[in-house]
């Protein structure tokens, strides 16, 4: 129902590359992204990294307009495909919010995810696109407590989230590192 395509639109600038595509979207659908991150409860303004928002439903650009610091609406039809594409600045390397370079990725959904009014409910896909991030001689991985759907053997491809917020309770961590994995009370764990 809520498709996110994550790719990395210039590793050197810090720049996500977001598309944003809501199924049966409503009329004057609006998105935002939350003020808030689990465990770190103090207003935060994600929103502020968020540039460059357009919209279309099939060939036709619709208007987005900001309403407040993390809200937007768009001009769009009901029940017709809506996309959105957006690009985050990603250059904060805490774990609150989210960070790229050409050696590492990292982000929280509540820093790249907009959330849909109305939909959060719902199923959530997250596809995250192995070439964008594959600096020259590295080979990127991927770390998520994300449900995997599709991916390749390190981790690229598409996640899904029972609904919005299991999406942004699972951070996303990608380059090239180690990791470990051991069974407990038969449970495969992951480090």
């Not at 929103?47 to 208007?63: C, S």
């Not at 050696?103 to 959530?124: D, I, K």
């Not at 991927?142 to 491809?157: H, M, P, Y």
Request: aromatic share 10%; net charge negative.
């Amino acid at each position: 129902a809520v498709h996110y395509r994550v790719e990395a639109a210039d590793l050197h600038a810090h720049l996500y590359g977001v598309t944003l595509t809501i199924a049966q979207p409503e009329v004057g659908q609006r998105v935002s992204l939350p003020v808030w991150i689990a465990g770190s409860y103090m207003v935060r303004e994600f929103a502020k990294q968020i540039t460059g928002i357009r919209a279309h439903q099939g060939k036709h650009t619709v208007a987005v307009q900001q309403l407040d610091k993390a809200t937007w609406s768009v001009d769009c039809e009901a029940n017709t495909p809506l996309t959105l594409h957006y690009q985050v600045h990603a250059h904060d390397d805490s774990v609150r919010t989210a960070w790229l370079t050409p050696q590492r990725g990292f982000f929280n959904g509540t820093s790249l995810c907009l959330q849909v009014q109305g939909q959060a409910h719902m199923p959530h896909q997250l596809e995250l696109v192995a070439d964008t991030f594959q600096p020259k001689d590295t080979t990127w991985q991927v770390a998520t407590g994300l449900t995997s759907v599709k991916t390749d053997r390190q981790g690229f491809g598409t996640y899904v989230a029972a609904d919005y917020d299991e999406l942004v309770d699972c951070p996303v961590e990608m380059g090239n590192f180690w990791s470990g994995s051991f069974k407990a009370c038969g449970i495969e764990h992951r480090f």
